[in-house]
T-cell receptor, first 115, second 111 residues
Framework: GAGVSQSPRYKVAKRGQDVALRCDPISGHVSLFWYQQALGQGPEFLTYFQNEAQLDKSGLPSDRFFAERPEGSVSTLKIQRTQQEDSAVYLC?????????????FGSGTRLTVV | QKEVEQNSGPLSVPEGAIASLNCTYSDRGSQSFFWYRQYSGKSPELIMSIYSNGDKEDGRFTAQLNKASQYVSLLIRDSQPSDSATYLCAVNRYNFNKFYFGSGTKLNVKP
């Protein structure tokens, strides 16, 4: 596809449930980013991949959050034992290596609601 | 102190007026500056980037950067109701692979 694709678009999880969010980046994009956007806030950085290597995971809020990109393309963000404070929109973005300084394009996001 | 600060608004302007949106940042090492527009329920959309002090114009949009004052602004000329959205300011440090976003300013353009 032409853009970054995320699925599911919406996810409702019961507290304590594990969830997996998928990001399909633009073909050929080496860099992939995950952000979390809480209601009324700007996006906050979670983690960054260059190919399959997770080079920065400083933004992951707890050890319940785990991200992977095993073949350097599709990425999955997994949240274990979801809590209400995990309710947010999870945004994925990709870019050509070295192009981050030019900005990047977000996918449509996954809206996670924990009940 | 937050990395990027924005007034949450809402900022209300009449159709056809100039909307002025402002942003300050805390890290003098910041090198790249961006404005994103976010419609309700949608993901942020990149509208402008600026890297050097001064003004950069793109259609009805002008970004202004003052590194000495650590200040970025976005001017929207001839505002239209379709410009009503939340505007997010983002900054990036050289060689850092993350953006720091402000909380956004909500703009309402009244017909």
């Amino acid at each position: 596809g032409a853009g970054v694709s995320q699925s599911p678009r919406y996810k409702v999880a019961k507290r304590g449930q594990d969830v997996a969010l998928r990001c399909d980046p633009i073909s050929g994009h080496v860099s992939l980013f995950w952000y979390q956007q809480a209601l009324g806030q700007g996006p906050e950085f979670l983690t960054y991949f260059q190919n399959e290597a997770q080079l920065d995971k400083s933004g992951l809020p707890s050890d319940r959050f785990f991200a992977e990109r095993p073949e350097g393309s599709v990425s999955t963000l997994k949240i274990q034992r979801t809590q209400q404070e995990d309710s947010a929109v999870y945004l994925c973005a990709s870019s050509v290596q070295g192009a981050i300084s030019y900005g990047y394009t977000f996918g449509s996001g996954t809206r996670l609601t924990v009940v | 102190q937050k990395e990027v600060e924005q007034n949450s608004g809402p900022l209300s302007v009449p159709e056809g007026a100039i909307a002025s949106l402002n942003c300050t940042y805390s890290d003098r090492g910041s090198q790249s500056f961006f404005w994103y527009r976010q419609y309700s329920g949608k993901s942020p959309e990149l509208i402008m980037s600026i890297y050097s002090n001064g003004d950069k114009e793109d259609g009805r949009f002008t970004a202004q950067l003052n590194k000495a004052s650590q200040y970025v602004s976005l001017l929207i000329r001839d505002s239209q109701p379709s410009d009503s959205a939340t505007y997010l300011c983002a900054v990036n440090r050289y060689n850092f692979n993350k953006f720091y976003f402000g909380s956004g300013t909500k703009l309402n353009v009244k017909p």
